[in-house]
């Protein structure tokens, strides 16, 4: 069978990178993963609430790291990016208190409006909404964490069913799928419970909200929360339980890059992260970043260009730099020194442990004892923190470990340093030193197509 997976970016933003402002860094992105075998499509919403990183995160992965053999997925990892990325609930008011009725001045209004188009595309069967929630929901008062007054660990539907041709029982379907993930969750503490909020019936609040929008047009919709009491990581692992119960409920089949456990969604959401600016010129793991990264050569009069394999990493400016932040996370911080640009240097010739090898700038270079970065007519090397005064230009020197300063690494292991190449004043890119370990990446691989800039 022939397999076809698209990832569709839809970018909203007319502007782009465009302009100086970087307001389009806060664009929602649209996944379209799609099978070549027909199927139902299920649309998974993270982020509506900026300070729910276990929805979001959960939302980021299945953007990223999951491909689908039969039916389709459309994910909206990070409805809400600005708050996201701000660490707020929500910076302009609760969103999703804002789909029944809104003034056309909301600052959201126009982010409103082109995720209700998404949510009544003919296409959607089911709308997913997922939520960090308060304690854990249960039906009688037990004490101040469990009760009716509390959210988390519950599968919300706003009445028992609706018209629809197909999944229209929503009670039928939530303790279906309540039954198959509370087999699997051994902490009874942690097990599901259906909850009826019975909206129609006179709940102004959850009138406002997104999944009652859904219902209102016909779109079977659950809300998913998780318990805000588990960490980040667990609070993702029991949303990807639920997201995949109901993509096995609707026939949606599906791979995933890593073990549905909650030590290895922890591993893929914090150390699997990369992310390049301008075009690979200047590139980070994101895994312990220093929080700090200074004379970072940043392209003269031009707006920051980011990208990453992950949909919740932004580059906001800050003062006279920019902050990295990845989710509700701070990464780094970039204090810029400027530069022209200069493209005319692709690769160079270096030899690691006595081998002679051309790399790409743009690349991670693994090393366990020496660099010799080979002649190079009419370009300059320089590895920042590399300590012989005088010296100005670094190419012909065998260069070890102990010859760098430890503070000017990357990262907070002090193992990865930056090798930065130049004609005459302008800068022409970088090669990350990476000392004693063993496979080598390359930056261009480390996208996965997606941009976040405008194409
Ligand atoms: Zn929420």
């Known amino acids: 069978m022939k397999l076809i997976i698209s990832v569709v970016l839809l970018l909203f933003s007319l502007t782009a990178v465009a302009s100086a402002g970087y307001s389009s860094h806060f664009d929602f992105r649209l996944y379209k993963k799609e099978a070549a075998e027909t199927g139902p499509t299920i649309l998974i919403i993270g982020g509506i609430q ?138 009874k503490g942690a097990r599901y419970h259906v909850r009826n909020t019975r909206t129609r019936e006179g709940d102004a609040e959850m009138e406002k909200t997104l999944t009652y929008f859904s219902i209102r047009n016909q779109k079977p919709a659950f809300g998913l929360e998780v318990s805000k009491e588990y960490l980040t990581h667990e609070r993702v692992y029991y949303h990807l339980l639920l997201v995949e119960s109901f993509m096995h409920k609707l026939g949606i089949k599906f791979k995933r890059s890593f073990a549905l456990q909650k030590a290895a969604v922890k591993d893929k959401i914090d150390n699997h992260v990369k992310l390049s600016i301008n075009d690979g010129k200047i590139y980070l793991d994101v895994a312990n970043a220093r929080r700090r990264l200074t004379y970072v050569p940043l392209k003269k009069s031009a707006p920051v260009d980011l990208d990453s394999n992950s949909p919740l990493m932004a580059i906001i400016d800050d003062r006279n730099g920019y902050k990295v932040r990845y989710g509700n996370r701070h990464v780094t911080y970039l204090q810029p020194q400027y530069f022209d640009y200069d493209s005319s240097l692709e690769k160079v010739s270096i030899e690691v442990d006595g081998q002679m090898q051309m790399v790409a700038l743009g690349s991670i270079v693994e090393i366990n004892n020496s660099l010799l970065v080979d002649p190079l007519p009419g370009y300059r090397a320089n590895i920042i923190g590399f300590k012989k005064p005088g010296l100005k230009n670094e190419v012909g020197v065998l260069i070890r470990r102990n010859d760098i300063a430890s503070r000017f690494s990357v990262d907070r292991k002090a193992r990865l340093f930056r090798l930065e190449f130049y004609k005459d004043n302008k800068y022409c890119g970088m090669l990350l030193l990476s000392f004693n370990r063993k496979e080598a990446t390359k930056i261009s691989s480390l996208s996965t197509g997606i941009r976040v800039s405008s194409p």
């Open 50 to 187: 900026g300070d729910e990183p276990g929805g979001f995160n959960a939302a980021a992965l299945l953007a990223t790291e999951y491909t689908i053999s039969k039916g389709n997925l459309w994910v909206v990892p990070n409805l809400n990016f600005e708050s996201i990325i701000k660490r707020s609930r929500g910076i302009y008011g609760d969103l999703n208190r804002k789909f029944s009725s809104l003034d056309r001045n909301d600052p959201e209004y126009e982010l409103i409006q082109k995720i209700k188009a998404i949510i009544q595309d003919k296409q959607i069967d089911v709308v997913l909404n997922l939520h960090d929630g308060s304690g854990f929901y249960r039906k009688k008062y037990i004490d101040r964490l469990h009760g009716p007054q509390r959210w988390g660990q519950s599968i919300i539907i706003d009445q028992e069913t609706i018209k629809t041709q197909r999944y229209g029982k929503l009670m039928a379907l939530a303790k279906d799928v309540r039954e198959t993930v509370n087999a699997v969750i051994k902490d």
